[in-house]
């Protein structure tokens, strides 16, 4: 490439807004899958280190034939792989699957891989789109029509011995409703312990925002 192209390109990509909230991963695992263990210590690191991510762990069953069945396991959380299955094009779904903000996606027992994967989605665009958390209340700003989604999970879990070493299991999902161009405003649920906003593209599964309500 030509030295101005490169110029010109490298101005381009600076001029680009980049995310500035935290990136979302989500675990897909099963404590009868011996490498999810690897996983939950790989994202444990991950999560003392950064303070720019959000990582969800979401229990599966499909494990479940092979020993004790996962209480937290939830069927939300098994439609939410199986459209990331859909999207990234895989055979079926596996464990320990990581997620970043529904655009990329890798083992998550590899902490090369997923520090990799981190730096990718951090990279992404700005989509444009803004949540103010209230009280008991969101809104949400922007151009790009999007799916809320409330998601509560524990953040006792990061402490060591509990829930087999998880982060933030997830207890449980809500769908808010959707986001049209423009403003929307919609009534927040009482969270048990922790909860997060996720605003997503009902097509493409990619996060357009993320909020921590608490």
Known sequence: MPRPLILLFAAFMLAMPVRADSTLIELFASHNCRASDQAHATLARIHEAREDVLILTWSVDYWDYL??????????????????????????????????????????????????????????????????????????????????????????????????????????????????????????????SGCALIVQDPDSQEVLALARVR
């Open 67 to 192: 020993g004790e069945d996962d209480p937290m396991a939830m069927p939300e959380g098994q439609a939410r792989q199986a459209a990331y299955v859909d999207k990234f094009g895989l055979r079926g779904a596996y464990t320990p699957q990581t997620v970043y903000d529904g655009a990329l996606q890798c083992p998550g027992n590899r902490e090369r891989d997923v520090t990799r994967a981190i730096s990718r989605a951090r990279a992404r665009p700005a989509t444009g789109i803004a949540v103010a958390i209230g009280e008991r209340s969101a809104q949400v700003t922007g151009q790009q029509p999007g799916e809320l989604i409330l998601v509560d999970f524990l953040t006792r879990a990061d402490l060591p011995g509990e829930t087999g070493g998880k982060i933030h299991p997830v207890t449980g999902l809500t769908r808010l409703g959707a986001h049209e161009a423009g403003t929307s405003r919609h009534a927040l649920p009482e969270c048990q």
